[in-house]
Each structure stands twice: as structure tokens, then as C-alpha cells.
């Protein structure tokens, strides 16, 4: 952990950030985390990369929460709930900080799972679609409704020209899941389950669980 000394870093955002990590490594253990850090990040609340453990071939990630947000709670309490109200984020039952570290953790299970979420996010929620809301809709509607249906998921899960964006569209609903339980939509939780169950595999196939 790196950067806690920072002045002017506010208590309460430390204890959202240790809550969530400490609370998603209780859930998923087999996460490998190498860094927690509050550090420079570039126009986020917080970011997670993939880093190689020294003097080892095995991969982990780290998590930097922005210096700029960790001191000034009003500005962070003010930016993330705006975010919640634009529907540009999923809603947060939690504090902002721990919030932020949810969302970065399922990164974490991204880079877990060596990535191939990515390629299967929009296929999976297509096949869940098509086979659960399929009969209900023609072909020649079916983009559209299933478009529509996707669309439940938060504006942050898309470019800002609409194209669906696989990377943070697996974080938020990652986080709407373990924020928001039930009440998470419907795509949210395809891809949640999506997420975990690759990461999973992957951590079977190391002989980890």
C-alpha cells in the first residue's frame, strides 16, 4: 500500500478503500492484488493495470485511487453522485470511495481471467437475450430490442458514440452486482456471472481452488 501518508488524504475515503478491497478479497481470495495505491490518475476517481510480480511470470493488478479525490471528499461525494443521477454509473448503495474500488475490482477479475471476457461480453449477453427474450421478437427487430434491452446497463459501459465497451461494461456491472445484489439489472448480472465464472476457471486451471 503505497501513498495512505499523502497530507490532507481524508479518513473516511482510506476506510472505503480498505473496506471494499478487504471486503472483495473475503469474496474472491484468489485475486491477485499487487498494489493498493492513492497516486496520480488522469481524469478517474481511481484506475486498475495489470503489473508483473517481480522476479515471477505471474500477473496481478494495481489499484491507484486519485490523490485529487481522496483529498477533497465533497468533490468526490459531488462527482460520483452526479454520475449515479445521469445514469453515467450504476447506482451506489455504498460510500463513494468503496464504490469506486467495487468497480476497480472487477477489473482485477478481468485481467484474472486473462482478459477473455472481453471478446464473449456482447456474444454472451446476445445468446442470453435471444434465449430468453427471443420468441417474444422478430428477427428484423431483434437488434433494436436487444439493444434496448443492453441499454439497461450504465452509460459507462458504452463509447461516447454508443459502441459497446466491453472493459468498463464488465467493471460496472461487477459493480452493480455487488453493490446492489437483486437489484441489479438483468444484463449486469449476465455479465457479473460471465466475469466470475471465467476468473474461476482460470483460477481452477492454476490449481488454485
Do not use: C
Not at 491477485?32 to 522476479?55: N, P
Not at 451506489?92 to 469506486?100: L, M
Not at 471478446?119 to 454472451?124: E, K
Not at 427474450?133 to 459501459?157: A, C, F, I, P, T
Amino acid at each position: 500500500m503505497y501513498g495512505f501518508g499523502t497530507p490532507g488524504v481524508d479518513t473516511d475515503t482510506v476506510r472505503g478503500i480498505v473496506a471494499a478491497v478487504d471486503d472483495m478479497l473475503a469474496r474472491y481470495p484468489h485475486t491477485r492484488i499487487l498494489s493498493v495505491e492513492i497516486g496520480d490518475v488522469e481524469g478517474d476517481i481511481a484506475r486498475a493495470l495489470e503489473d508483473r510480480v517481480g522476479g515471477t511470470d505471474l500477473r496481478a493488478t494495481r489499484i491507484t485511487f486519485s490523490t485529487k479525490y481522496a483529498t477533497d471528499p465533497e468533490r468526490l461525494s459531488t462527482d460520483v453522485s452526479e454520475a449515479v443521477e445521469s445514469r453515467h454509473f450504476v447506482p451506489r448503495s455504498q460510500g463513494p470511495a468503496y464504490s469506486a474500488m467495487v468497480h476497480e475490482f472487477g477489473h482485477a477479475l478481468t485481467y484474472a481471467g486473462r482478459s477473455a471476457t472481453l471478446d464473449r461480453a456482447d456474444s454472451s449477453l446476445l445468446d442470453y437475450y435471444r434465449k430468453n427474450y427471443g420468441h417474444n421478437v422478430s428477427e428484423s427487430d431483434m437488434d433494436e430490442s436487444y439493444r434496448k434491452w443492453r441499454d439497461q446497463l450504465s452509460s459507462y459501459s458504452f463509447w461516447k458514440g454508443g459502441e459497446f465497451h466491453p472493459t468498463e461494461a464488465l467493471a460496472e456491472a461487477f459493480a452493480d452486482v455487488e453493490l446492489n445484489g437483486a437489484r441489479a439489472s438483468e444484463p449486469a448480472q449476465v455479465l457479473h456471472r460471465l466475469l466470475v465464472d471465467t476468473a474461476e476457471s482460470e483460477w481452477r486451471r492454476e490449481g488454485l481452488m
